[in-house]
């Protein structure tokens, strides 16, 4: 828990590895994750440094990597996650890994090269075989007739006038997008004089890049003439259509199509055996890569660590800075001792003196995450500041119960919560990819808080889905009520409703055990109620969580020696802040303790009395809690008041004095220094110069880095930012009322307009078990997304806006950064 309260003391280290070791030791250190690397090369760019050669080799293995993982996704393969632990290879077998991936990919490419050309040369196969067998038929020679008419053939008989022109004849495939426009622009072309038939093949065929079956239509062109023939040809090459030759007898085109279905057989044999030796290179795919992923981006994260390491003036190590937490020193040294051992010269940490600001670490774990990435997500602590996580572990569900508070829905989400956790360690659970359900399993055990504390804070309210619940006997007595105010029907049927007075003797019988009596679920006067009792709780708990954040600026005071803030800083906010709310905060608790039911007729306003407070005035109508109220409330307020300017003014005078004080007692040794001097006349003045100027360089600096007007600038926004904040900030914790009310409005709202609807529907036991059905679903519904999902949302906002704006501002500065360590854990995953 110490390293939770604050983040853990972290250390600058110096590495010296020796120059064989170095890929060695820096492998052992990206497995255990103890130290983030500093850049010392940060000037010299990424293409001039040592391993660069190394680093682009990696990349280009990467490359191939993703090529062959794009080759296996595309047979429908999935690739094995790798096995756990491996290694970093060494250096040497770097090459070896590159030469059996470059050999895998061109094997592979070859394999992919031949399968697509034998399948467009099966295709080409089917589309001829398509053409041949499609029916399509050269028109037949008939005699000629004196009288043209619609029957009259195209083609003259032989003997007649066009004997000697011969009809040819073009044959092909085309897309059926392409057919209609294709038919177009040949009867334009060429002006009628050819026979065109389109027809569309009677089975689909696979495409050979797609491997999408798709149909297509079949043509056969008739024609006669040199130039029709020219242009039928470049316009089926426009189209990108596929021509096949076509002979005109009928035994010519059996005997090309029996050709053509036995080349069909042979081939798709030829295209099977390459199928079967491309599944056969995939699975040493599927079987050598991942785990080679693994390992290569292992040795480039080795490279790119070592690219910020400066080489020592003999070249014979390599040296490295890095910031290492204090308690990992000797495991670190360990590791180092153990990597370096076989290069026979061992490698060597110690520690240097550094005036950066350290990084900040804080260990976390399943449990802690959630609630430390809440407080990261305001920024990261400086380093060794107090961590506000173990605190908002409880304050943060406490917070959203108290908008939230509902014992069912609070319920609800307790179970939802609490399957996630049971099941965190399932693997299908863990390698979900949604990113909703993989924001609420990160959050699961803060979910589980939360739905835990709004169980809690719904038996404080006695709501269940807003109805209240009898645990305990109620404590007060309508039957009392009735006996001794003598309650007669003509009295009961005159006053629909009736008041409970607690000065009637056995009414009141004393408050309830735990949580609201049930018998304000009753009452018409329940929200007046309950906006009394919530506005006071949201004034209590914002005060008290207020105060507890000014108190934790003490252990960072102490921690950093900054004694002064003490007296002229947390003093005065504690009297300011509680002298006026904490004031309030009393006034709620005496009147609570000091009025009971039966004089809360007379109890006076403690609105009245705090705006008095202020004013220096009394109201006449308006008697005093307590006696000497007056002179205490004077008091306070001018404590309060007294406060502003030693806040103000205190810090910056104080440390004025102090840096004063260090100049005298810097300048008192240079005087003294500089009478010795004068009384040795050997002594040149160009010494006397060299020593002033280095007796003065640290003063200088010191000067330099203290300035009033800095200093003063920035504890006078500090002052007007907490003497503000203490009032808006109150205020602010009023949304813990306003949304509580809300949420239990609308779970009365939801319950009234849909469950107490259906129950009031059917007279008969069956009818209204049929009705409910489809009610209680309405209702289940409603509740989840509304209630549960949308209310949780904004009550979970506000909790965030409370603690990062009105408790973490009290003394968390989050100006820090994270320790990064070099680990090999993201690689694993």
């Given at each position: 828990?110490?390293?939770?309260?604050?983040?853990?003391?972290?250390?600058?280290?110096?590495?010296?590895?020796?120059?064989?070791?170095?890929?060695?030791?820096?492998?052992?250190?990206?497995?255990?994750?103890?130290?983030?690397?500093?850049?010392?090369?940060?000037?010299?760019?990424?293409?001039?440094?040592?391993?660069?050669?190394?680093?682009?080799?990696?990349?280009?293995?990467?490359?191939?990597?993703?090529?062959?993982?794009?080759?296996?996704?595309?047979?429908?393969?999935?690739?094995?996650?790798?096995?756990?632990?491996?290694?970093?290879?060494?250096?040497?077998?770097?090459?070896?890994?590159?030469?059996?991936?470059?050999?895998?990919?061109?094997?592979?490419?070859?394999?992919?090269?031949?399968?697509?050309?034998?399948?467009?040369?099966?295709?080409?196969?089917?589309?001829?075989?398509?053409?041949?067998?499609?029916?399509?038929?050269?028109?037949?020679?008939?005699?000629?007739?004196?009288?043209?008419?619609?029957?009259?053939?195209?083609?003259?008989?032989?003997?007649?006038?066009?004997?000697?022109?011969?009809?040819?004849?073009?044959?092909?495939?085309?897309?059926?997008?392409?057919?209609?426009?294709?038919?177009?622009?040949?009867?334009?072309?060429?002006?009628?004089?050819?026979?065109?038939?389109?027809?569309?093949?009677?089975?689909?065929?696979?495409?050979?890049?797609?491997?999408?079956?798709?149909?297509?239509?079949?043509?056969?062109?008739?024609?006669?003439?040199?130039?029709?023939?020219?242009?039928?040809?470049?316009?089926?090459?426009?189209?990108?259509?596929?021509?096949?030759?076509?002979?005109?007898?009928?035994?010519?085109?059996?005997?090309?199509?029996?050709?053509?279905?036995?080349?069909?057989?042979?081939?798709?044999?030829?295209?099977?055996?390459?199928?079967?030796?491309?599944?056969?290179?995939?699975?040493?795919?599927?079987?050598?890569?991942?785990?080679?992923?693994?390992?290569?981006?292992?040795?480039?994260?080795?490279?790119?660590?070592?690219?910020?390491?400066?080489?020592?003036?003999?070249?014979?190590?390599?040296?490295?800075?890095?910031?290492?937490?204090?308690?990992?020193?000797?495991?670190?040294?360990?590791?180092?001792?153990?990597s370096s051992s076989e290069a026979g010269v061992s490698a060597v940490v110690h520690c240097i003196p550094c005036r950066d600001m350290p990084p900040t670490l804080i260990r976390t774990n399943r449990f802690t995450a959630s609630f430390q990435g809440i407080v990261d997500a305001y920024g990261v602590g400086r380093y060794q500041e107090v961590n506000p996580a173990p605190y908002t572990i409880i304050t943060f569900p406490f917070l959203f119960a108290v908008m939230f508070g509902d014992v069912g829905h609070g319920l609800l989400m307790f179970l939802f919560a609490l399957a996630m956790v049971l099941a965190e360690n399932q693997p299908a659970v863990k390698s979900a990819q949604n990113e909703i359900w993989r924001t609420f399993f990160g959050g699961r055990y803060l979910l589980l808080l939360m739905g835990l504390f709004s169980v809690y804070t719904g038996f404080i309210y006695n709501e269940c889905f807003s109805r209240a619940?009898?645990?305990?006997?109620?404590?007060?007595?309508?039957?009392?009520?009735?006996?001794?105010?003598?309650?007669?029907?003509?009295?009961?049927?005159?006053?629909?409703?009736?008041?409970?007075?607690?000065?009637?003797?056995?009414?009141?019988?004393?408050?309830?055990?735990?949580?609201?009596?049930?018998?304000?679920?009753?009452?018409?006067?329940?929200?007046?109620?309950?906006?009394?009792?919530?506005?006071?709780?949201?004034?209590?708990?914002?005060?008290?969580?207020?105060?507890?954040?000014?108190?934790?600026?003490?252990?960072?005071?102490?921690?950093?020696?900054?004694?002064?803030?003490?007296?002229?800083?947390?003093?005065?906010?504690?009297?300011?802040?509680?002298?006026?709310?904490?004031?309030?905060?009393?006034?709620?608790?005496?009147?609570?303790?000091?009025?009971?039911?039966?004089?809360?007729?007379?109890?006076?306003?403690?609105?009245?009395?705090?705006?008095?407070?202020?004013?220096?005035?009394?109201?006449?109508?308006?008697?005093?809690?307590?006696?000497?109220?007056?002179?205490?409330?004077?008091?306070?307020?001018?404590?309060?008041?007294?406060?502003?300017?030693?806040?103000?003014?205190?810090?910056?005078?104080?440390?004025?004095?102090?840096?004063?004080?260090?100049?005298?007692?810097?300048?008192?040794?240079?005087?003294?220094?500089?009478?010795?001097?004068?009384?040795?006349?050997?002594?040149?003045?160009?010494?006397?110069?060299?020593?002033?100027?280095?007796?003065?360089?640290?003063?200088?600096?010191?000067?330099?880095?203290?300035?009033?007007?800095?200093?003063?600038?920035?504890?006078?926004?500090?002052?007007?930012?907490?003497?503000?904040?203490?009032?808006?900030?109150?205020?602010?914790?009023?949304?813990?009322?306003?949304?509580?009310?809300?949420?239990?409005?609308?779970?009365?709202?939801?319950?009234?307009?849909?469950?107490?609807?259906?129950?009031?529907?059917?007279?008969?036991?069956?009818?209204?078990?049929?009705?409910?059905?489809?009610?209680?679903?309405?209702?289940?519904?409603?509740?989840?997304?509304?209630?549960?999902?949308?209310?949780?949302?904004?009550?979970?906002?506000?909790?965030?806006?409370?603690?990062?704006?009105?408790?973490?501002?009290?003394?968390?500065?989050?100006?820090?950064?994270?320790?990064?360590?070099?680990?090999?854990?993201?690689?694993?995953?």
């Amino acid at each position: 828990m110490g390293s939770m309260f604050r983040s853990e003391e972290v250390a600058l280290v110096q590495l010296f590895l020796p120059t064989a070791a170095a890929y060695t030791c820096v492998s052992q250190l990206g497995e255990l994750g103890l130290v983030e690397f500093r850049d010392l090369n940060a000037s010299v760019s990424a293409f001039q440094r040592r391993f660069v050669v190394d680093v682009r080799r990696c990349e280009e293995l990467e490359k191939t990597f993703t090529f062959l993982q794009e080759e296996v996704r595309r047979a429908g393969l999935t690739l094995p996650l790798p096995e756990g632990g491996l290694p970093a290879p060494p250096p040497r077998d770097l090459l070896r890994i590159q030469e059996e991936t470059d050999r895998l990919a061109q094997e592979l490419r070859d394999v992919r090269g031949n399968q697509q050309a034998l399948r467009a040369q099966w295709h080409q196969l089917q589309l001829h075989s398509a053409v041949l067998g499609q029916g399509h038929s050269p028109p037949s020679a008939a005699t000629h007739t004196d009288g043209p008419s619609e029957r009259t053939p195209l083609l003259q008989a032989p003997g007649g006038p066009h004997q000697d022109l011969r009809v040819n004849f073009v044959a092909g495939a085309v897309e059926p997008h392409k057919a209609a426009a294709l038919e177009r622009l040949l009867w334009r072309a060429c002006r009628g004089f050819l026979i065109a038939s389109f027809r569309e093949t009677e089975q689909q065929l696979e495409d050979p890049v797609t491997g999408e079956p798709a149909t297509w239509m079949t043509f056969l062109i008739s024609y006669w003439g040199g130039q029709i023939g020219q242009k039928i040809r470049k316009i089926t090459d426009c189209f990108h259509c596929h021509v096949f030759p076509f002979a005109e007898e009928a035994a010519a085109r059996r005997a090309a199509l029996q050709q053509l279905q036995q080349q069909s057989q042979e081939l798709q044999e030829v295209l099977g055996e390459t199928e079967r030796f491309l599944s056969q290179v995939l699975g040493r795919v599927q079987r050598l890569l991942p785990p080679w992923q693994v390992q290569i981006r292992k040795v480039k994260a080795v490279y790119l660590a070592l690219n910020q390491c400066s080489v020592s003036s003999t070249h014979k190590c390599l040296i490295a800075e890095a910031w290492c937490a204090t308690c990992d020193l000797p495991a670190l040294q360990q590791a180092l001792q153990d990597s370096s051992s076989e290069a026979g010269v061992s490698a060597v940490v110690h520690c240097i003196p550094c005036r950066d600001m350290p990084p900040t670490l804080i260990r976390t774990n399943r449990f802690t995450a959630s609630f430390q990435g809440i407080v990261d997500a305001y920024g990261v602590g400086r380093y060794q500041e107090v961590n506000p996580a173990p605190y908002t572990i409880i304050t943060f569900p406490f917070l959203f119960a108290v908008m939230f508070g509902d014992v069912g829905h609070g319920l609800l989400m307790f179970l939802f919560a609490l399957a996630m956790v049971l099941a965190e360690n399932q693997p299908a659970v863990k390698s979900a990819q949604n990113e909703i359900w993989r924001t609420f399993f990160g959050g699961r055990y803060l979910l589980l808080l939360m739905g835990l504390f709004s169980v809690y804070t719904g038996f404080i309210y006695n709501e269940c889905f807003s109805r209240a619940t009898a645990i305990f006997p109620s404590g007060w007595s309508v039957a009392a009520m009735a006996n001794q105010s003598g309650w007669s029907d003509a009295f009961l049927a005159q006053h629909q409703l009736l008041a409970l007075d607690p000065n009637v003797t056995g009414v009141f019988l004393g408050p309830y055990p735990f949580g609201i009596d049930p018998v304000w679920s009753l009452a018409v006067n329940h929200l007046s109620f309950l906006n009394s009792f919530k506005m006071k709780m949201s004034v209590i708990l914002g005060v008290t969580h207020m105060t507890f954040g000014v108190v934790l600026g003490v252990f960072n005071h102490v921690h950093f020696g900054q004694w002064h803030r003490l007296l002229l800083e947390t003093l005065p906010e504690l009297v300011f802040l509680l002298g006026l709310f904490g004031y309030l905060v009393f006034l709620v608790i005496y009147k609570w303790l000091c009025f009971t039911a039966d004089s809360a007729a007379t109890a006076p306003s403690i609105l009245i009395h705090f705006i008095n407070m202020f004013l220096f005035s009394r109201s006449p109508t308006n008697r005093p809690l307590f006696r000497g109220q007056e002179v205490v409330q004077s008091t306070l307020v001018v404590l309060a008041l007294a406060t502003v300017p030693v806040l103000l003014l205190g810090t910056p005078l104080f440390l004025r004095r102090k840096h004063q004080r260090r100049q005298f007692r810097r300048r008192r040794p240079l005087d003294e220094d500089k009478a010795g001097l004068l009384g040795q006349p050997e002594v040149s003045v160009a010494s006397q110069n060299s020593d002033e100027e280095k007796a003065g360089c640290p003063g200088d600096q010191e000067e330099e880095e203290f300035v009033l007007s800095e200093v003063f600038m920035h504890q006078a926004i500090h002052t007007i930012e907490f003497c503000l904040g203490c009032i808006s900030n109150t205020a602010s914790y009023l949304r813990l009322w306003a949304l509580s009310l809300a949420h239990a409005q609308l779970s009365e709202v939801l319950w009234a307009m849909v469950m107490r609807v259906g129950l009031g529907l059917g007279g008969e036991m069956g009818v209204e078990a049929v009705v409910l059905v489809p009610v209680f679903a309405a209702f289940a519904v409603m509740t989840v997304a509304i209630l549960l999902v949308m209310e949780g949302l904004s009550a979970f906002l506000h909790a965030l806006r409370l603690h990062w704006v009105e408790f973490q501002n009290k003394f968390y500065s989050g100006s820090g950064y994270k320790l990064s360590p070099f680990t090999f854990a993201v690689e694993d995953e």
